[in-house]
Structures are given as structure tokens and as C-alpha cells.
């Protein structure tokens, strides 16, 4: 069976390597580079922490424990680190929705604890903890982590090349699919030429409808801003991500720290560049000061401002669509989370003909009259 997966991002790179170790001839196909979309820029956080419904949560619990497996298959995983994570909230309002949320992880089997100050003072130490209200409620998730986006696609597109002869071909942009008979057999790129496949898997996030034109149906998406600002190297010695009131922070590997306040996306209706000395990059440099006093004297590096790829109604979207054969969509939010889950699932569907349940309530036809 030969496969063409469109796009290199997390998504792509998990279903292209799962494929291909099924025994499908599998070949990227990717527009710029590996990692050059929105995986490339996103918090990049493991967790299944606020993502109801159950289907949906369960679906993330798969995505997390995939990465935690790959260590047996890979033997070391470098871009993996759970490290757990922290979230404190404050306002009476989000004190009580927090602690709804955690009653309810703690039902769903999620592993979430409350600690006091004294112990996310040993958990993180550089964290001032007399920054933080004396009434916070402090919440530690022990399976949660991180993700170096680009350094997973990249090992995972290494693998399927290595291991099961996989090509990825970069700088190749799909304009459309190729059909025949009402069947899809290909894809054709920008330079007319046309990749002949049995199926086509298009893994382009927020372009995945301008990629199939209006040669397959549309999934609806409903994309949102986001906003990420990066430090310098600051030798501070963050161990795992945080979330405080509308502030979250992540190591981001050399000692670069990586900062989103949720209230800064707001100001971005529509994707805008930025540079690292705009008012945004200080004001989530100033808050993250705030509990990382080490921080001080640090400048922005770099900021960055992507959109991210969201079905209409916030939910996965993976599967065939009704009346084109030879052709699948899988587009999501928390990708990062859930593509080692969804290389699994999705090569199982196109491969052995099996349909997963887990995927059932993520179907393109739920969009489709
Ligand atoms: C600010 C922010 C924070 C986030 N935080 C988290 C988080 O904490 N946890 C989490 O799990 N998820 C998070 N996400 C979401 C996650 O990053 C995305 O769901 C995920 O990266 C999507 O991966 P993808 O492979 O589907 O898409 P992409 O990474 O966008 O990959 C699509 C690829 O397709 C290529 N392409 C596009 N058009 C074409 C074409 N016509 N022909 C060929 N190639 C094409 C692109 O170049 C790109 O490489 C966040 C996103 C953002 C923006």
C-alpha cells in the first residue's frame, strides 16, 4: 500500500512513522520544513489536565502515556520530559473551578494532588513563593511534562526513513488532490507534478482545507492566536512547566525559559508579527519576573505568534471523509499531546480496516450534512 502523509508537524511525523512501520510505502510530503508549522511554535504541554469530554480526556491520557512509551521503543527519548506540572490559582471563582476540575481528574483515575507552598517551594526553588498568595490553591500533576515539538517529528520522520523506508521530501507544497473515478489517487503539488498514492493522509493543521481545496470536503475550524516569548539562556533552574493566574511558564531547553500570558492572546485578531521589544514580549517578561526573581536584568529573545489548528466545536477531528475514498483528515488542538496516540490509532484504521472506538467521537462527518 503506498501512503502519502501531507505536512510534517507532530501529527504527520507520528502517523507517517506508525504507517510505515506497518508496512505501508509511506512518503511526506512537506511544504517548508519538518516542524515548520504550528508545532514549531506551540507550549507543546503533555497533559489530559482540563479536557473534557471523557472521550476527549481518555484520548489525551492515550497521547501521554504513548510518549512515556516510546522510551522502551526508541531506547532514549530526548525530547520527552515529564516532569510533572504545576498550577495555582487564586480568585475565588477559579479556586472553585479548580477544585471541581481536580475532583473530577482524581474520579477519571488522573493523577493530581494539592500541595502547600512548602512543597512547591522543593518542587521548584527558584519559584518565590512569597510571590504567591498565601491562599492559593496549588495543584501538582506528577504524569504531566513537555515537549520539544521539532526534535519528536524529527526523530520520529528519522525512524520511519531508517527503520521502514520512508521518504520526506520538504519544500514540496500540495495544491490539491489528485482523483479518479471519485477516488483520490494522489496529490498534486505547486510544480503540477502529482504524487500517486492509495490514500492520502493530510496532516496540515490549520491549512488542512486550503491544502485539498475544494477537492475534499472542509473541516470547520475555529483557529485562535497564540502568543509565546522566549528568553535568553538565564541559567535558572525551572524543572518543570507552571501555571499561575494567566501566566504560564516552561524550560525550553539551554536554559531558555518560554512565557504565554493566556490575556495577551486576546490582543491578536488576526496573525500579526511581532518583535521582542513590543509591549506584549514585556509584559510577559514582567510577569514571569514576578515569581522568577532570577529573571531580572533578562531580555526578550524572541517572540513568536502562530494559530492554532482547532476543529469548529474545540474536538480532535481524525478519520475518513463521507463520499471521498482515498483520503483521511486528522486535525487537532493539543497535537502535541496526542500524535504518538494518534500514529497508533490511525495507522490501525488505514491499515487493517479496524475502526478504533477511541476515534469514534472525532469523525469529519460529525461536520458533514
Ligand atoms: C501557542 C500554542 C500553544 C499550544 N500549546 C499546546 C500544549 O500545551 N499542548 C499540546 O498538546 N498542544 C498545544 N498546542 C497545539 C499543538 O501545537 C498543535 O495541535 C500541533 O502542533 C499541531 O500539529 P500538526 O502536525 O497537526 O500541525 P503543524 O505543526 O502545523 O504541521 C502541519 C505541517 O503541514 C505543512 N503544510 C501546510 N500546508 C501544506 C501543503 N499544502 N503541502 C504540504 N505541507 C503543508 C506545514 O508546513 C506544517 O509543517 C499549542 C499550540 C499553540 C499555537
Not at 520538504?170 to 495544491?175: A, C, K
Request: with cysteine; proline share 6%.
Amino acid at each position: 500500500m503506498n501512503v502519502i502523509v501531507i505536512g510534517a508537524g507532530v501529527l504527520g511525523s507520528s502517523i507517517a512513522y506508525r504507517v510505515a512501520q506497518g508496512g505501508a510505502q509511506v512518503t511526506v510530503l512537506e511544504a517548508t520544513r519538518v516542524g515548520g508549522g504550528t508545532s514549531g511554535v506551540s507550549f507543546a504541554w503533555t497533559n489530559a489536565n482540563n479536557k473534557p469530554p471523557r472521550a476527549y480526556h481518555d484520548l489525551n491520557v492515550a497521547g501521554m502515556r504513548a510518549h512515556a512509551a516510546l522510551k522502551d521503543e526508541f531506547g532514549a527519548t530526548p525530547w520527552f520530559h515529564q516532569s510533572g506540572s504545576l498550577e495555582w490559582r487564586v480568585s475565588p471563582a477559579e479556586v472553585a473551578a479548580q477544585a471541581e476540575k481536580v475532583a473530577r481528574l482524581r474520579d477519571w483515575g488522573y493523577a493530581a494532588e494539592f500541595i502547600d507552598k512548602r512543597r512547591l517551594q522543593e518542587l521548584e526553588p527558584e519559584i518565590a513563593v512569597d510571590a504567591v498568595a498565601d491562599d492559593a490553591q496549588i495543584v501538582f500533576c506528577p504524569e504531566e511534562g513537555w515537549v520539544d515539538p521539532v526534535l519528536y517529528a524529527g526523530a520520529m520522520l528519522r525512524a520511519a526513513r531508517q527503520r521502514y523506508g520512508a521518504v520526506v521530501k520538504s519544500g514540496v507544497r500540495v495544491t490539491g488532490l489528485e482523483t479518479r473515478g471519485g477516488r483520490v489517487v494522489g496529490a498534486r503539488d505547486a510544480a503540477g507534478e502529482v504524487h500517486h498514492a492509495d490514500l492520502v493522509i493530510n496532516c496540515t493543521g490549520r491549512w488542512s482545507n486550503e491544502t485539498v481545496r475544494d477537492t475534499a470536503p472542509n473541516v470547520p475550524l475555529a483557529p485562535t492566536i497564540g502568543f509565546l516569548v522566549f528568553t535568553p539562556p538565564v541559567g535558572i533552574d525551572l524543572r518543570r512547566p507552571f501555571h499561575a493566574p494567566d501566566l504560564d511558564v516552561r524550560p525550553d531547553g539551554a536554559g531558555r525559559l518560554m512565557i504565554r500570558k493566556d490575556s495577551l492572546d486576546d490582543r491578536f485578531a488576526a496573525l500579526q508579527s511581532r518583535t521582542p521589544d513590543c509591549e506584549e514580549a514585556r509584559l510577559a517578561l514582567a510577569s514571569a519576573t514576578e515569581l522568577l526573581p532570577s529573571l531580572a536584568g533578562a531580555e526578550v529573545e524572541a517572540v513568536r505568534t502562530t494559530v492554532r489548528p482547532i476543529p469548529a466545536d474545540g474536538l480532535t477531528t481524525v478519520g475518513p471523509t463521507r463520499g471521498v475514498d482515498g483520503y483521511y483528515v486528522a486535525v487537532t488542538h493539543s497535537g502535541v499531546t496526542l500524535s504518538p496516540a494518534l500514529g497508533h490509532l490511525v495507522a490501525d484504521e488505514v491499515l487493517r480496516g479496524r475502526e478504533r472506538p477511541e476515534l469514534e467521537s472525532f469523525r469529519p462527518s460529525r461536520f458533514q450534512a
